[in-house]
Every structure is written in C-alpha cells, then in structure tokens.
C-alpha cells in the first residue's frame, strides 16, 4: 500500500528532508540533523509540517452538550475562539485519544487529533453520538487543512512578518480564525506541542506559499525540523504522547494528567472509572527519572527495584537542551519516591537511574 503524503512533500524533498514511514504517511524525520533542529527550536525557531494530524468538526445545537459527554475536561469553561486540551476516555478509564479542542461557537468546534488516531476517533465519536443525541453535523474535515507549525522564542518576529493581524492579539490557547498569512486565508492558533512558544497555521490554501514565505521571513533564524526533533522536544518538555505515556490500557490519572479530568462535571464516558481510580489510587503512577549510570532509556524497557520488575519506561532519551539522558516510567504507586533508586534494564544490565521530580524543560517566561 502507497504511504500518503502532505501537499508539502515536494518541499520536503526540496529541502533536503530524510523521508521515512510515519503511521502510513511519507514525512521527514530529520533535515540537518536531530540534535541541531531541536537546538534551532530552543533557540531561535523551527517550521514543522503537521499536515498529517486529523481534524474531526463538530456543528449543532447539541453540540457543547455532545462534547462535554466526550471529554475529560470541562469544555463549557472556554470561551469562542478559545484552545482546550483535553482527552477521550473508554468505559474503563483507558485512552480513545488526547487531542485539542477549537471552540467557534457553542454550536461549532473543530477537534484535532493524533494522525494515527484520525479514523478511530471519528468512528468513536460516530458510535457516540447515537447514545441519545441528535441534530448535529459530524465530519472528518482533515483532507480540507494542511497544518504548519511554528516554534520557539523567535517564532512571533518571524511570523508577523507575513501576517495581517497583531499575533500579540493572540493569547496561549486561543486562535484567530480570519487570518492572512502571505495574503493566503488561514486560522492561526497559539498552542505549540516543544515546551516553546509558537504557532499552529491551518489553511485550506497553498501550505507550500506559506511554508516559503515563512522560511524567507526567518532567514538564519528559522529551519525546517522533523518528526525526530519534534519527539525529542516534547519529550524534552515532558508533553504526553499517545502510544506511550497514555493509552487503551494507561488513564489520564495513570499518566499524571488529572489535571485534564474534571471529575467534578457532569456524566462523560469514563467518569466512573476514573472516579474510582482516584479514590483506590489505582495501584500506578507516571514518575519522572534521571539516569545514574550511562544508558538511554527507551520506550518499553523494564524498571526493576531490588530484583523485581515494578514497572516500564513510556519514553526516555537524552535531553538535548538539558545534556542529561532522561525518562517517564510507569510504575507500580508504591515505589513512587523522591529520590528514590530503581534500575533500568538495558540490553540485559541494570543501569541505575533515580526518580526526581522537576527535572524536565521549562521555558523562561
């Protein structure tokens, strides 16, 4: 079967971009190098082509009402034109998808979704929506946009260059949905998934006028940066992704991420377990780690505490911005302590590592 592609591949390949298979996508997973764009993206800007996520729209009078029931979050706190995260629970507690809210109207929001995820969602929100509600339209809209993203702290200078409006206009989780960027119409949003601050562009123009005229604007302070780059800094900034730190069989709260499960509000699916994992303790937790010994943790290895498993990594690698080599475990709850000693099991050694909170990137203000 044919891998898809963006209509940004031709820029891709013009700019030197290493093509690899992404979830049935052809994308670049490096330019220059890994470790050289996530360092462009700390300190100046990098332009990411995420074309490939899934936009799923939801129109109707029910439709505030509909969502609320999907989500973990309380999506009646945001206002028009306002970002929401949030996730998509099962019955059991365990993850459909975490994903991004765009909210136009209390009758009009859009949801962005992980790109692998995009038809499982929206058979998800379709099953859903048979459970008592009706009126509403329900699309998967994700062919209509490319996405383009554009991160770190010289991303606002270099994107008002192109841009009709005054992006200061533009808080952290809101969007503009009337917006020209090289005269081309575009919603642009202020979000960013590398722990820097930054843009997401959605247009059903021409991505690759934009994607050039962005560069040209940014000269030396902007590049072009690949999925390699784009995991590193997330992981970097300890964002969540699905697959590893949640999933069908890890919770929110698992996960570390109740701030996003509004327990409060309410009936939405998957309230009662969660409920009930908070009050039990649910028996795991998502603990961060540095590692002792020299060993980069990867995804799925084992955690060992005294000779007996407690435990797996949902990801590590090494920090670039950091120069540490650092790691997300889940482990069984009772040997989350600070400071505490564990040993990662790489390539059949033990290599020590310890548990400390704190220790991963944040952006100064």
């Given at each position: 079967?044919?891998?898809?592609?963006?209509?940004?591949?031709?820029?891709?390949?013009?700019?030197?971009?290493?093509?690899?298979?992404?979830?049935?996508?052809?994308?670049?997973?490096?330019?220059?190098?890994?470790?050289?764009?996530?360092?462009?993206?700390?300190?100046?800007?990098?332009?990411?082509?995420?074309?490939?996520?899934?936009?799923?729209?939801?129109k109707?009078?029910?439709?505030?009402?509909?969502?609320?029931?999907?989500?973990?979050?309380?999506?009646?706190?945001?206002?028009?034109?306002?970002?929401?995260?949030?996730?998509?629970?099962?019955?059991?507690?365990?993850?459909?998808?975490?994903?991004?809210?765009?909210?136009?109207?209390?009758?009009?929001?859009?949801?962005v979704?992980?790109?692998?995820?995009?038809?499982?969602?929206?058979?998800?929100?379709?099953?859903?929506?048979q459970?008592?509600?009706?009126?509403?339209?329900?699309?998967?809209?994700?062919?209509?946009?490319?996405?383009?993203?554009?991160?770190?702290?010289?991303?606002?200078?270099?994107?008002?260059?192109?841009?009709?409006?005054?992006?200061?206009?533009?808080?952290y989780?809101?969007?503009?949905?009337?917006?020209?960027?090289?005269?081309?119409?575009?919603?642009?949003?202020?979000?960013?998934?590398?722990?820097?601050?930054?843009?997401?562009?959605?247009?059903?123009?021409?991505?690759?006028?934009?994607?050039?005229?962005?560069?040209?604007?940014?000269?030396?302070?902007?590049?072009?940066?690949?999925?390699?780059?784009?995991d590193?800094?997330?992981?970097?900034?300890?964002l969540?992704?699905?697959?590893?730190e949640?999933?069908?069989?890890?919770?929110?709260?698992e996960?570390g991420?109740?701030?996003?499960?509004?327990?409060?509000k309410?009936?939405?699916?998957?309230?009662?377990a969660?409920?009930?994992q908070?009050?039990?303790?649910?028996?795991?937790?998502?603990?961060?780690?540095?590692?002792?010994?020299?060993?980069?943790?990867?995804?799925?290895y084992?955690?060992?505490?005294?000779?007996?498993?407690?435990?797996?990594?949902?990801?590590?690698?090494?920090?670039?911005?950091?120069?540490?080599?650092?790691?997300?475990?889940?482990?069984k709850?009772?040997?989350?302590?600070?400071?505490?000693?564990?040993?990662?099991?790489?390539?059949?050694?033990?290599?020590?590592?310890?548990?400390?909170?704190?220790?991963?990137?944040?952006?100064?203000?």
């Open positions: 079967m044919s891998l898809k592609r963006t209509k940004l591949y031709d820029m891709h390949v013009e700019y030197g971009g290493k093509m690899v298979d992404f979830g049935g996508w052809e994308l670049p997973v490096q330019y220059a190098g890994i470790i050289k764009e996530h360092n462009m993206v700390r300190q100046k800007a990098g332009l990411f082509d995420v074309s490939h996520m899934g936009e799923i729209e939801i109707g009078d029910q439709a505030e009402d509909f969502i609320q029931y999907l989500m973990t979050n309380d999506v009646k706190t945001i206002k028009d034109n306002q970002v929401q995260y949030s996730l998509m629970c099962y019955p059991h507690g365990g993850v459909v998808d975490d994903l991004v809210i765009y909210r136009f109207s209390r009758e009009h929001y859009l949801l979704v992980n790109a692998a995820n995009t038809d499982k969602d929206f058979d998800w929100i379709q099953l859903n929506y459970e008592g509600f009706s009126g509403l339209i329900i699309e998967n809209v994700s062919e209509q946009y490319s996405q383009l993203a554009l991160q770190g702290p010289a991303a606002e200078d270099i994107l008002q260059k192109i841009c009709s409006i005054d992006l200061k206009d533009i808080k989780f809101w969007f503009n949905p009337r917006v020209k960027l090289a005269g081309i119409d575009c919603l642009v949003s202020r979000t960013g998934y590398t722990g820097e601050d930054g843009f997401e562009v959605y247009t059903s123009g021409d991505a690759s006028v934009i994607w050039e005229e962005i560069l040209k604007a940014g000269g030396e302070d902007v590049a072009p940066i690949g999925l390699g780059a784009r590193t800094l997330r992981f970097e900034a300890k969540p992704l699905y697959g590893q949640i999933n069908e069989d890890i919770s929110p709260l996960a991420l109740g701030y996003f499960v509004k327990l409060d309410a009936n939405f699916i998957g309230r009662e969660l409920k009930a908070q009050q039990t303790g649910g028996g795991r937790v998502t603990v961060q780690f540095e590692m002792v010994g020299k060993g980069i943790p990867r995804s799925h084992q955690v060992e505490k005294d000779g007996v498993n407690i435990g797996w990594v949902t990801t590590g690698a090494f920090a670039p911005a950091l120069n540490k080599n650092l790691g997300l475990a889940l482990i709850s009772e040997f989350n302590v600070n400071e505490g000693a564990m040993d990662i099991i790489i390539r059949d050694k033990k290599i020590p590592a310890r548990i400390r909170p704190g220790i991963f990137y944040k952006r100064s203000k």
